[in-house]
């Protein structure tokens, strides 16, 4: 009886974290209230598609664009419909989100795991995401390169082995550091059927070189370059990256091997290399082990009507992460910091002229323009990539009418001190720093 009731009893555990956040992030996607920096400097990108501006900034320039260019397309698209890029990515974030939660179940039912388990694994996974990431209804994207590349598996799974590869090449025009599926579909589809894994890979190298061939001659330079933008490194950003992997360690317990689950295995390694390795980077989010969380997912699914104790007790740490600590991720969803980010949009556009935002989407409605990329000038000036002194000479100069900052030591010493002599606090909330030129 406990053998049969635990899981759904699991289940509805789940869908108890699932369905309430999912309606809160579903609901927050009009706000004008900021989630995260990537949303900005996304909406910045997608509005230079669509405007005819150069998508990929020269040398020099203050703005960086190290992502391949295909979601900035699809966002403007929809953002010519909702007159709000942020917004349009907000949306298709959560399409992309619920494709990928359909696309598990999907896979699940493939590989003939009961609807329990799909149900549960489809769960957990939303689960994971929701408690343990603000990805969910954020403009970024990587949901829908991991949707993307669901439908790919799915089509590789059908036999459809020239569509899996054209959706893999797709999905990494979409995101680029979505490589371990497609490193694991080749490696299994290979074991299983040698034929069929030299034509998938063939093809999937293939239209992978065409895209490139056709991104160079559509940007004048090289994508590969673009995204080798300098980033620094350190085993702090990496151990910090393991102690969220709190999800992690009872799917690898309750799995039982079935049929086609050896994929699941070595997609989850090579998720969790891929995912290590990229971690040790500055400002590489939760989103580095969103492969291994499909992986698990896909798991655990198979153990339900093997191992349905062990199974069920795999809900317990997004439970215990949403009691304990979940405050720590959802300040941004409360009436007072709404109100406050009202307030600094109209302090914003109070200031004429310039404006250089570390969170852009707050210059961007205030009706700013995207001006300097504070994160990856940061990075580049730190690393000694770049010249810090162009930069400087214009806050020098006083340039920009306002800085909303949200580290004063971001764009390094030089900088630093220039801020220090040129300009003055005006205020300070939760959105950072907020600095006006000095009389």
Known sequence: MTRRILPWCAIAALALIVLPLLARNAAMIPAHVPLDPNEGWNAAHALAAMAGHALYPPPGALMVNNYPPLSFYIVGALGRVT???????????????????????????????????????????????????????????????????????????????????????ASLFVKH???????????????????????????GLGLGLAGLIAFRFAYGVWLWTELASPRLSSLANLQGAVAHLWWAPLPLIAFFGRRHA????????????????????????????????????????????????LAALSAAPPLMALVLTFSDNNYFFTRDFAAQSARDIAFLQSRPGPALCDQLSLCLWAGKGADVDVFNMGEAIRSGARDPAPLTRLLEKGHFSVLQLEDRDALGPQARAAIVRRYRLHHADDNGFFLTPAP
Do not use: K
């Open 262 to 309: 050896w994929f699941g295995p070595l997609y989850a390694a090579v998720g969790l290399v891929l995912g290590l390795f990229f971690s040790t980077g500055d400002g590489v989010d939760a989103n580095a082990f969103f492969d291994l969380a499909i992986a698990l997912s896909l798991m655990l699914g198979q153990a339900v009507e093997a191992r349905p104790v």
């Open 177 to 203: 550091n979505l490589l371990a599926m497609p490193l694991a579909a080749v490696i299994w589809l290979a074991a299983r059927d040698r034929r069929a894994g030299v034509r998938f890979a063939a093809a």
């Open 83 to 169: 007159g709000d890029m942020i917004v349009a990515g907000r949306i298709l974030s959560l399409l992309a989100f619920l494709a990928v939660c359909a696309g598990i179940a999907a896979v699940s039912r493939n590989w003939g795991v009961s609807p329990r388990g799909a149900l549960f694994a489809t769960l957990f996974f939303a689960a994971v995401l929701l408690v343990g990431s603000d990805y969910v209804g954020m403009d970024d994207p990587q949901l829908l390169g991991h949707a993307v590349q669901l439908a790919a598996l799915l089509a590789m799974l059908r036999g459809r082995i020239v569509l899996a590869a054209a959706l893999f090449a």
